[in-house]
Structures are given as structure tokens and as C-alpha cells.
């Protein structure tokens, strides 16, 4: 599935108010001194544009993304030290791990299988900081009386195989937690939820939109009846109904922050 360049950069400024700062931090600290980074799905470059101003400015960056035109972006916003990488990151053996530093990505490991995240814990000896996976939470305010089974349509949704297996969608966080604590990391979990305000309304149209279609695609659940036509409708109207109400909306949507520390990392003391 393809990620469009105007979707990540109208959603950017959310995504970076959304992060968690304390494990920001750390995550920065934890790059050392001669940081070399590893940015997995990089996008656009969001990651590098939130890490760069308080990292050295001679930071190394290698950029991995499986889309070409994405990664261009990205290499332009990471200037000279910065190498790209055209790699599906399921081929784990092509990811220029020598070196590296730290490992960052984000709005990454929803779409992951966890099958990819146990072969990822068995080669990672340096920290991640896995920033914005969505965690199957969203809350409206004015509430519809439809938002809780879109929802679930939704979620379920999140679940299709982007690209690496059955994703793992709203389950990522909790996944992510005990695959690599079953692997001997320390994992460090905050909540980053994403806020799209009224003053926000061509997000707001745009975020609708994405979840009216997801949710209108998506997998019956299991034992269902047929009526699949009526639920693709159904779902279509409830997204009509937010975007005329986008100027006069809040919508929260749950995403979690992981700091995941291998054990022979020593972790620097943040002032
Ligand atoms: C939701 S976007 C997030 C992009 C960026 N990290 C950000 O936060 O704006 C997911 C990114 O992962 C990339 N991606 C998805 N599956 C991939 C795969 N199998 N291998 C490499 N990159 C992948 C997409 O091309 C896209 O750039």
C-alpha cells in the first residue's frame, strides 16, 4: 500500500505535537555523541525533521523506506549525512545496521507482522525509540452514536496485511512491549495521543475521510451476516456527516510511544 506525500505532511504537524517529550528526550540522549540514526519507513522525512534541531549537526542519518519518492523527500530533509535506502524492511538482512546508533520510526509498527517484530528483536543491539502506532482508540466530541462501531470497523481494517502479513493494527503497542521484553529489552511506554481540534479542519476532513473509507473496506467481523453493501454505506454516511461537522469537531486518537533500551545499553542521565 502506497502512503500519499500530502497525507504525511498535512498530519505532521499533529504527529510531532502528539509525541511524547520525556521519552523524546531520552530517545536523543540515547543516540550518543556521534549519533548515527536509522530512521525505518521514514516517509517524508518527519522524524528526522522533529529529531534533527536538538541532535549534532553532525548526525548521520540513513533513511529506509520501500517507496522512492518518499525517500527523496526524506534525503533532502536530511541533508549531506544522510544515505537512503530503498529496502523493504522485511528483508532485515539489507537494513544498514553497522553503526547505527539508534533506531527511530514512526506510525510504523501498526503495520508490521509480529512475526517481523520477534526476527527484528533477535538482530537490534542498540536502542529504538518507535514513535505514533496507533492503538485502536478514538474518541469524538460532539459523539455520534456510530463512532463505536466504526470504530471497530476500523480496527479491523488495521488488521489487513499492509504489505508484511496480517498487520498488527491496533494491537502494535502491546505487542511491541512483550515481544521485545520477552526478548530481554526494557521497554518504556507513553501515551501520545493525536489531537485534531476544530482549528483544524483540512486535517479533520482528511482523517474523517481515511477512516470512513477503512472502515467501509473493511473485513466482516467473524459470524457475521451478509449486508456487507449496507455497511460500506453506512460507514460512508457517517464520514458525510463528521466532515460537515470538521469546523465544529475534536476527535482524539489513541497512539503509543516506545523507548525499547537493549540491555547492554547504558542509558545517559537527561537533565
Ligand atoms: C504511515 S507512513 C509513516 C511515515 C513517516 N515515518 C512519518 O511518520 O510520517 C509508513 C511509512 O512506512 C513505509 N513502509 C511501509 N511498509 C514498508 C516496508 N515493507 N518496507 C519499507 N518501508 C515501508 C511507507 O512507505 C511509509 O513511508
Not at 228 to 242: I, L, N
Request: net charge negative.
Amino acid at each position: 500500500m502506497g502512503f500519499s506525500s500530502d497525507w504525511l505532511t498535512l498530519r505532521e504537524p499533529a504527529d510531532r505535537a502528539a509525541r511524547d517529550t520525556p521519552l523524546l528526550q531520552r530517545a536523543l540522549a540515547l543516540a550518543g555523541s556521534d549519533p548515527v540514526v536509522m530512521d525505518l519507513g521514514c516517509g517524508t522525512g518527519s522524524t528526522v525533521r522533529t529529531l534533527a534541531p536538538a541532535l549534532p549537526p553532525h548526525t548521520s542519518w540513513r533513511l529506509v523506506d520501500n517507496d522512492p519518492e518518499l525517500l527523496a523527500q526524506a534525503a533532502e530533509a536530511a541533508g549531506p549525512h544522510s544515505s537512503s535506502h530503498l529496502v523493504d524492511i522485511d528483508r532485515l538482512d539489507q537494513l544498514p545496521l553497522e553503526g547505527v546508533t539508534l533506531v527511530t520510526a514512526s506510525a510504523l509498527l501498526d503495520l508490521v507482522t509480529e512475526d517481523w517484530l520477534v526476527r527484528f528483536a533477535a538482530i537490534l543491539t542498540v536502542p529504538f525509540y518507535a514513535a505514533l502506532s496507533y492503538n485502536g482508540q478514538m474518541h469524538w466530541s460532539p459523539a455520534d452514536p456510530r463512532d463505536e462501531w466504526i470504530t471497530e470497523a476500523f480496527n479491523r481494517h488495521q488488521r489487513i496485511d499492509k504489505g508484511l502479513g496480517p498487520a498488527l493494527g491496533p494491537t502494535s503497542v502491546q505487542r511491541t512491549i512483550e515481544v521485545f521484553e520477552a526478548a530481554g529489552f526494557h521497554v518504556v511506554h507513553a501515551e501520545s495521543p493525536w489531537r485534531v481540534g476544530p482549528d483544524s479542519e483540512e486535517l479533520q476532513r482528511a482523517h474523517v475521510a481515511g477512516i470512513a473509507e477503512a472502515a467501509a473496506e473493511a473485513p466482516a467481523e467473524a459470524g457475521a451476516e451478509a449486508g456487507a453493501e449496507g455497511k460500506a454505506e453506512s460507514a460512508r454516511a457517517w464520514g458525510e456527516t463528521r466532515m460537515a461537522q470538521a469546523r465544529h469537531t475534536e476527535s482524539v486518537t489513541g497512539h503509543g510511544d516506545l523507548l525499547i533500551i537493549p540491555p547492554s545499553a547504558t542509558e545517559p542521565v537527561v537533565s
